[in-house]
């Protein structure tokens, strides 16, 4: 027997475990293991009931996700799912950890399952681009009924084994797997239960059947959130097959589907950024083995928009928090504000009824910033100005405990400047969320020249422990994300003066998957904040510009780049804002020419591609593909596209570099290539090839 799985026998029950550590991955080792295994005992006369486990920290987590580019499926998978199936013994499937994938389409051909209270069970392939291919797509339907099928198959999310359990996914909560697993088959022997399979067993989906709009609803609930999106339209279809097709009919077409999208670019992008956001979480520069201090209770500093975000997403899981104003009353309105998020979340039915009230229990509002004390971390959300954040960290210098982490949410400004005004610039280092601060996953942490490795793993680990993607950067003007986004934003604002108009950038961008055009952001943001910079700074703008001194800041005005109706976000193009740019553009002698959607795309993202360039050249961020979680998480980059590095390596960086020199010798040298991009391109490289000099 193949040593990954083993065979042991209790009398009349045959215990399969598999041991293929981590995670137990589908190899093909594993699944001719198990087949040979389950042959055996079906073989064996003495043989009555036969229960499939796992050692080590979970069940099966599905195929090995590096092999994805060799052929699809482990050899001897099919084999081995027709024989479970087909077995005359009952087969319990005991889980603990996760069943992840092929994991859980294994469980699904057993005739039975049981789980651990901790277990979690989902077909999380759509968000790797593909679809289950192992007839998940067929049997979870008539395991569970196609609504909760949908979540799972279309929306990618796993679930627990409490609504495993009422959705009649699994049959018992065990205390351990192999001798829960074990009791129940000596159960379904006592009870000479019938060992009907799931592809035999329409009753679940027999309602959806008679009125397809159960599952079509499910569905458009779905996939509203997928646009641009292959997998989760076609996994929806596949679920549809379930449905409306007999069995090996829906099995066959299923897996054509799979097959088809394994793949395809964009399974490709998306198991490419899977694979950059674990990478992510490598540290480089840190001694191994450094471990983070523990954190127990946090202070947040400032109760406006990103310190009452960042204050929810430490709520949410769990961690107590000091949030510190200025006034009374600013705090009493920024209590009330995530109180407000977090009852319209409830509402949803997104979190429980009762979480808003516990949550809000968590949050500890006072004035005064020698409050500090008992915090183990501090992030300071105040005013974006060096002296404001100045003197907020001489004050915490005073009153934070020895040790505690001293991080600042700044957006741009000099990390270690800001340490100078403490006596311990070790424990200072920068915690850079992204609005809205409880939604973006994104936290850049901004590691300044003197910041110790153990404060740093520290905003690593905490980051990850709230559910935010931390990303390492080095220190400079804007860090990574917003760097890179301001040339793109600032070639925005410059096609209006070659006669393209706001809507067509901002529809141009949608369309090829960004959340949100530059326009429409200005004006939720506000562009009287640009623009107020802009004097300050003595920096002309004049098409944003006569934007504002017409009044025109935005939502909050009701006018801006679009108009709004009252009371609504959605923004209408304004032929009041055309006429604006006209006699703008008049005044300054220019005339409007067509621009193409191609040529707004080149223009916004190469320059924003070449900032990458330099970023990683000057080594602020390790990999390319840290760059690309940044863009993934921090702006909402379409995951099919990989991120920008990503997107420019398929493109081909030659291509790229070709337009940057066209650009830069028709608009001027603010496309002049970056020195790396020439390097990579004279050696035939890719950005992803690029290793940071030791
Ligand atoms: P905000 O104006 O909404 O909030 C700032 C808050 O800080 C106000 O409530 C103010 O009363 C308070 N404050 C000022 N001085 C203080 C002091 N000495 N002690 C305690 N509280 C004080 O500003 P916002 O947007 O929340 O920005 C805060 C920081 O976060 C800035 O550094 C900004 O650059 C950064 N940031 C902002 C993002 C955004 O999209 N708004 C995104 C990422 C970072």
Known sequence: ????????????????????????????????????????????????????????????????????????????????LASLESSPKPIVAAIHGNALGGGLELALVCHFRVATKDAKLGLPEVKLGFLPGGG??????????????????VGGDPIGAADALANGLIEEIVDSPAAGGEAFARKVLAQKRPLRGLRDDDSKIAAAKADRSIFTNSVAALTKKARGLEAPFAAAEAVGYAIDLPFDEGLKKARERSVKLV??????????????????????????????RPVNRVAILGAGTMGGGVAMSFA?????????????????????????????????????????????????????????????????????????KKEV????????????????NTSYLNIDEIANSTKRPQDVLGMHFFSPAHVMKLCEIVRGPRTAPDALMTAVEISSQIAKVPVVVGLCDGFVGNRM????????????????????????????????????????AGNDIGWLSRKDRGVKSEIADALCEAGRFGQKTGKGWYRYEA???????????????????TRLGR????????????????????????????????????????????????????????????????????????????????????????????????????????
């Open 1 to 80: 027997m193949d040593n990954v799985v083993k065979l042991e026998c209790h009398d009349v029950i045959v215990v399969i475990t598999i041991d293929s550590p981590p995670v137990n991955a589908l190899s093909s080792a594993v699944c001719g293991g198990i087949l040979q295994c389950v042959k055996a005992a079906i073989a064996d006369p003495q043989v009555k009931a036969i229960v499939l486990t796992c050692a080590g920290r979970t069940f099966i987590v599905g195929g090995d996700i590096t092999e994805f580019d060799k052929p699809p499926k482990p050899a001897g998978w099919d084999e081995l």
């Open 136 to 153: 998940g797509t067929q049997r979870l339907p008539r395991a569970v009924g196609p609504e909760l099928a949908v979540k799972m198959i």
């Open 263 to 292: 793949p395809s670019d964009q399974s490709k992008a998306q198991r490419y950024a899977f694979f950059a956001e674990r990478e992510a979480n490598k540290v480089a520069g840190v001694p191994e083995g450094t471990k983070g």
């Open 316 to 388: 949410n899981a769990g961690i107590p928090v000091t949030l510190i104003g200025t006034g009374e009353e600013r705090l009493k309105r920024g209590m009330n504000i995530m109180q407000r998020n977090w009852e319209a979340t409830a509402a949803r039915g997104g979190i429980p009824a009762d979480a808003p009230a516990k949550r809000m229990a968590l949050i500890n509002g006072v004035v005064g910033i020698e409050n500090v004390g008992n915090a183990d971390l501090v992030i300071e959300a105040v005013f974006e100005t060096m002296a404001v």
């Open 393 to 408: 960290f001489g004050k915490l210098d005073q009153f934070a405990k020895p040790g505690a982490l001293l991080a600042s």
């Open 485 to 524: 986004y301001d040339q793109g934003g600032k070639q925005a604002g410059k096609l209006l003066f070659d006669g393209a108009l706001p809507q067509q950038v901002d529809a141009a961008l949608t369309k090829f998957g960004m959340p949100m055009g530059p326009f429409v952001m200005g004006d939720l």
């Open 567 to 585: 009371g609504s976000r959605t923004p209408i193009p304004d032929p009041e804002v055309a006429m604006l740019i006209d006699h703008t553009l």
């Open 591 to 694: 005339k409007r020419r067509a621009v193409s959607e191609e040529e707004i795309i080149e223009r916004v993202m190469y320059p924003i591609i070449n900032e990458g360039a330099r970023i990683l050249e000057e080594g602020i961020a390790a990999r390319a593909g840290d760059i690309d979680v940044v863009w993934l998480y921090g702006f909402g980059w379409p995951i099919y596209r990989g991120g920008p590095m990503y997107y420019a390596d398929q493109i081909g960086l030659d291509k790229v570099l070709a337009k940057m020199r066209e650009l830069q010798a028709a608009v001027g040298d603010e496309f002049k290539p970056a020195a790396l991009l020439e390097k990579l391109v004279a050696e035939g490289k890719k950005f992803a090839d690029f290793e940071q000099p030791a």
